[in-house]
């Protein structure tokens, strides 16, 4: 037995999908389908039914599916046991919302390259929406966004949320006063993508209150937010950790009085295959250094 063509049959069953399975292990589609053909030829069964127009699990397949999980976490972790991590050569395609980008990440890549020297990485900076999207479809390894991804091969582990502030410019009316809900009902707000976990913290603060906010504008990026405020086109929430210089610098300033929208939490998913091991690593290292800069960077 291949294990090799186990991963290939894991990745089909996963990403319902040959071709799918096949960029995922960065292979040929007719390398995928060979080492399909031999699993079922060397277990005397069809694996998957072809008939229909998406690619399912026969009952012997869904059988081998949970074995092929465990066998593919045990290689992994031989393999991290029998040899010095310190050598290993690996892409590692990591998929993160902004809100980590301007603050940790930077961090964190740093960390990564001591603990592994010779580690090559992708970035994809997306909304969380997109990239659960990309991780199910197996175009990315690990993933640091709002929400746990509910699969039984999958890992979810929260790393340290993000606090965030209410801001405005220096040449506002809110400046050196004390700011109700209700005033900044009435102003023009800014927040993150609609549907993101920013933006509905922002919503529910102001259903609570039984208020209906005059504006609120959804916008993705966080530089964008930050130079709008700063030339004077109403409030923002921002995360404070990614604006301390702005405030020291007083191109930002803090909102007095009103109560901050909730804390952003934040999720770390990754595939507990093969590779599974050096993925709880890198975890390992993005929790540290999420918590070491949550200590360092604070407001209060």
């Not at 405020?229 to 610098?249: M, N, S, Y």
């Amino acid at each position: 037995m291949n294990i090799r063509f186990i991963e290939a049959f894991l990745w089909v069953a996963k990403l319902q999908s040959f071709r799918a399975a096949a960029e995922k292990l960065n292979v040929s589609q007719a390398t995928i389908s060979s080492r399909i053909s031999s699993v079922e030829t060397e277990f005397e069964c069809r694996l998957f039914d072809r008939d229909k127009r998406e690619i399912t699990l026969t009952n012997q397949g869904s059988l081998l599916l949970d074995k092929a999980e465990r066998l593919l976490m045990a290689e992994s972790s031989l393999i991290d046991c029998l040899k010095n991590h310190t050598d290993i050569v690996r892409n590692v395609r990591i998929g993160v919302i902004e809100s980590v980008v301007h603050t940790w990440f930077g961090a964190f890549i740093s960390q990564l390259k001591l603990t592994y020297p010779n580690i090559e990485f992708e970035l994809t900076t997306e909304t969380t929406v997109h990239l659960k999207s990309l991780f199910n479809k197996g175009a990315l390894d690990i993933i640091i966004q709002t929400d746990p991804i509910l699969d039984s091969s999958v890992i979810n582990t929260e790393v340290e949320p993000l606090d965030f502030r209410w801001v405005c410019c220096e040449g506002s009316a809110f400046v050196h006063k004390e700011v109700q809900l209700t005033d900044i009902a009435n102003a023009e707000i800014m927040t993150f993508t609609r549907g993101s976990l920013p933006h509905l913290n922002v919503v529910s603060m102001f259903q609570e209150a039984r208020l209906k906010p005059l504006k609120v504008h959804c916008i993705s990026s966080i530089a964008i937010i930050s130079q709008l405020v700063q030339q004077g086109f109403g409030v923002a929430t921002l995360p404070a950790a990614a604006i301390i210089k702005d405030l020291e610098q007083g191109k930002l300033v803090l909102l007095k009085g009103v109560k901050p929208p909730a804390p952003l939490r934040l999720i770390i998913s990754w595939q507990n295959l093969s590779d599974g091991a050096m993925n709880t690593n890198i975890v390992e290292v993005a929790k540290s250094i999420s918590k070491a800069f949550s200590q360092e960077n604070t407001l209060d």
